[in-house]
């Protein structure tokens, strides 16, 4: 499905600044690797990685974007006809409590059901109770506990939880 790259447009709370959400574009990669290492440390994907996702055709991604300036990204990857999985959502922390991450997972909700996908996917690790917390505010719930599910540890833990909602 080819992307229409139009943007929403969101009003930050905090000091009635704007925000664009849009899907992406090609350009955008440095900065999406950027936010990733930022957002995630050790736990990032490689460059590697990030580019299968962001090309992958049976997903979608979007970014969070203010002055031409990237503060975030979404994607998601299609699992089946009905079920999609949120591969990555970062933004960058000195940007953290701005509504940055709600907003794009708000937008990334809405594509998906625009798509005719029932159901969202995540995982998260085990002791990133702030994530947790977010998903859980936002109507995830965990349905699995995943031991090992991390090549890496972080934090001392390989440990996930599956979470997912119902759209």
Not at 82 to 89: A, F, K, P, R, Y
Not at 107 to 113: G, H, K, L, T
Not at 134 to 162: C, I, T
């Amino acid at each position: 499905m080819e992307n229409n790259y139009e943007s929403i447009r969101y009003i930050l709370t905090r000091n009635s600044e704007y925000m664009d959400v849009r899907f992406y574009r090609e350009s955008d990669f440095k900065s999406i690797c950027n936010i990733e290492y930022k957002a995630f440390g050790d736990g990032a994907y490689s460059n590697y990685m990030l580019k299968m996702m962001l090309k992958n055709t049976a997903g979608f991604t979007m970014v969070a974007e203010e002055n031409s300036i990237l503060y975030g990204y979404a994607t998601m990857n299609q699992m089946d006809s009905t079920s999609v999985d949120l591969e990555s959502i970062g933004v960058i922390p000195d940007h953290h409590r701005r509504g940055i991450g709600s907003m794009l997972l708000d937008s990334m909700e809405a594509e998906a059901r625009k798509r005719g996908y029932k159901t969202i996917i995540l995982e998260v690790r085990e002791k990133n109770t702030g994530a947790i917390n977010f998903y859980r505010r936002h109507g995830y719930k965990a349905s699995e506990f995943l031991s090992s599910y991390y090549s890496m540890s972080v934090n001392g833990s390989k440990n996930a939880y599956r979470m997912n909602k119902f759209i």
